[in-house]
């Protein structure tokens, strides 16, 4: 995975034009650091590959090679009316129907994507704060 990852990154700062110093410099972190990322030295935590995807526009799934999709598969919508619920995981199961590619989902995955989506929303929060 993480030789994806850093084949993604370079792919991705290619893109964008940018040298790893001026990424680094958006990114608020040492070109060193940012340099590891891409060569596969070094692995980013969480918070700093959620800062990465959504610099350039992607999802974490994306960076680690668990989806070809760019983009967030959980739309934008999607997101603030789960944010806006503030219910039980039970009560959310029981009020929203949960389905991918037109196949319902196991109970174990509505509660990981239900985490899923309050971990994005602590990290927003957080990351928030921060700027």
């Given at each position: ?59 974490v799934d994306y ?69």
């Open positions: 995975m993480e030789k994806l990852l850093s084949q993604r990154l370079l792919a991705l700062r290619k893109e964008k034009k940018l040298t790893q110093q001026e990424i680094s410099k958006l990114l608020k972190m040492a070109r060193t650091t940012y340099s590891g990322y891409e060569n596969g030295s070094r692995e980013p935590d969480n918070e700093t590959l959620d800062k990465i995807a959504n610099f350039f526009g992607v999802s960076l680690l090679g668990r989806t070809e999709q760019k983009k967030q598969v959980l739309s934008e919508s999607s997101r603030v009316l789960i944010d806006s619920l503030n219910l039980t995981d039970e009560e959310i199961m029981s009020r929203i129907k949960f389905e991918v590619d037109g196949i319902a989902l196991e109970e174990e995955d509505i509660i990981r994507f239900i985490a899923l989506v309050r971990t994005e929303r602590a990290m927003k929060k957080n990351r928030d704060k921060t700027e």
